[in-house]
């Protein structure tokens, strides 16, 4: 009896151990779920605001089309335009000759390239980037200009074929991430005869690292050009650079040879293949899709076997993703690889990272809102026309979406946006009192700074390339006709005497000259906490 008893006890005490497992394991996979959701929120804010940004990019590409046209009307102000809009006609041997005269100095220990350069070399490359170490700049146009010779020679879309010996791996945007171009080089080897690589654009901006990315990439094409392959992407551009934070890196990096490695590297890109087609089955492209693009092949194409392969991971911020590269095998069948670069990472709980992505996405999309705040008001007062201070939270969604035009969710993001919600209605002149707000001289006009604030990246590009000199001083005639052109063409309704006002209080010495990066600062989007809005 006593044994029976004690073995019934025991059974008894499994089944609530195994229940007790049961409800934490389900308690468990819906805690992840839930923190799987948000960070899938998150990421959706971000891919959304960055694709408006892109569209806003193609805007101002417009814009400098039309810059041109009615700029260089006039003779004297077509010759002080930067080289980007009037290229003067240069000699091959020019560049050669320029970059024999720039010396190495005794005192510099990085590397020494001798070209034609050699697998050794790649591999002295990548070890002095690793400790941190800056190429110098003869190097670099060295790299520029004999990967110009060699891309020169390819047609636009590069036809290769799938062997058993030789592997494929197809890499996506890296965005000036190292540590993950290296951590793939890790996991996968470095390019060499037997370990081919397709690189699918997108190397430069928004990392830290784009040129060490670009002149590994650029250093293996010339010891391997007919393994290692290098497709265009959007960010293979100029203005995009000067948007994302490539130029800005150069500048940086090279104070007294920017100038020409830009040049030069603008060069480059306009030689870079478009595509890489394999076995004639898989074409492997960045870009989307054209003008003249024909519609009858789109709809012969598989499409549920069209695949996107991202390689730059904690690309939004720190957790945000996990970047990847592909292996395709003489069949053609992708194998699929995962990674995250990042020990910072690694060291957090996935809610304190889950947390971190999160607040960034809504901050962003903050700063979105808060520079629009006159157009939210209009469109939420059509909603409400006895002026009660309050819509239904659908009509704040559509008036929010008729003005910000991001394709979000507004319904379920309310929450975290307005401040008060009552009875399924908001109180929408109260919804700004937790976003941030715009720091701005005290002579600006309301409609004016929301302006400044808007366009701020776009009139950040257009007077960088005013300003030839990187000086960061523009005159008041360049500032007041490239003014006047850009509200121009963007529809943009401000008086000029504001603008004249507003710039001549920025002038402070009144040399005749404005600060240009000190009149953008001071239209900063200010967050009141950095931990939530």
């Known amino acids: 009896m006593g044994c ?247 500048m940086q990096k090279y104070k007294q040879h920017g100038a020409k490695i830009l040049h030069l590297l603008e060069e480059v890109y306009t030689w870079l293949p478009i595509g890489t087609l394999i076995d004639k089955k898989v074409l492997v492209i960045h870009g989307g899709i054209a003008d003249n693009t024909d519609l009858t092949v789109l709809e012969q194409m598989k499409r549920n076997r069209i695949i996107t392969v991202f390689s730059a991971s904690n690309y939004y911020e720190e957790g945000s993703n996990r970047g990847a590269y592909l292996k395709l095998s003489h069949d053609t069948t992708p194998r699929f690889f995962q990674y995250q670069s990042s020990q910072i990472t690694q060291a957090k709980t996935l809610h304190e990272r889950v947390d971190i992505v999160e607040n960034a996405a809504f901050r962003i999309l903050g700063e979105r809102m808060i520079i629009r705040k006159t157009n939210l008001i209009q469109a939420f007062r059509k909603y409400d026309p006895n002026d009660t201070g309050k819509i239904s939270l659908s009509d704040w969604a559509k008036a929010t979406e008729e003005v910000l035009e991001l394709h979000l969710p507004w319904m379920s993001l309310c929450p975290r946006l307005v401040k008060t919600i009552e009875d399924g209605y908001v109180l929408y002149n109260m919804g700004f009192k937790d976003l941030p707000v715009v720091r701005a001289p005290k002579v600006a006009k309301a409609g004016m700074v929301e302006t400044l604030v808007r366009y701020r990246s776009d009139l950040k590009i257009i007077f960088n390339i005013i300003d030839k000199d990187q000086s960061g001083l523009i005159s008041m005639d360049e500032f007041r006709a490239m003014w006047k052109l850009f509200c121009s063409h963007y529809n943009i309704d401000i008086e000029e005497s504001h603008v004249d006002q507003l710039a001549h209080s920025m002038d402070l010495n009144k040399d005749g000259s404005i600060d240009f990066n000190e009149f953008l600062t001071a239209f900063d989007v200010v967050h009141r906490a950095t931990n939530k809005l």
């Open 4 to 250: 029976s008893h004690s073995v019934h006890n025991e059974t008894k005490k499994s089944e609530k151990a195994m229940k007790a497992a049961v409800l934490i394991q389900n308690w468990y996979r819906c805690y992840k779920a839930r923190l799987e959701l948000r960070r899938r929120q998150a990421l959706n804010i971000f891919e959304n605001i960055e694709y408006a940004d892109e569209q806003d990019q193609m805007q101002l590409a417009k814009f400098f089309a039309f810059m041109l046209e009615h700029y260089v009307k006039n003779k004297s102000s077509a010759d002080n335009l930067p080289k980007i809009f009037n290229p003067e006609p240069k000699r091959k041997s020019d560049e050669e000759t320029i970059i024999s005269l720039i010396e190495v100095p005794d005192t510099y220990y990085g590397p020494r390239l001798k070209f034609p350069l050699t697998f050794a070399d790649v591999v002295l490359l990548i070890d002095a980037f690793k400790e941190n170490q800056i190429l110098h700049a003869r190097y670099v146009l060295e790299v520029l200009l004999e990967a110009k010779k060699i891309l020169q020679q390819m047609p636009n879309i590069i036809h290769i074929s799938s062997t058993v010996s030789k592997e494929l791996t197809i890499c996506g945007d890296i965005h000036g991430k190292l540590d993950d171009l290296f951590l793939i080089f890790y996991k996968n080897g470095l390019p060499s005869g037997n370990n081919r690589y397709v690189f699918n654009g997108d190397f430069v901006d928004r990392g830290q690292n784009s040129m060490e990315v670009l002149m590994v990439l650029f250093s293996f094409l010339l010891v391997y050009p007919n393994d290692v392959y290098l497709n265009r992407g959007n960010h293979e551009d100029y203005l995009m650079n000067m948007r994302y934070g490539f130029t800005k890196e150069i």
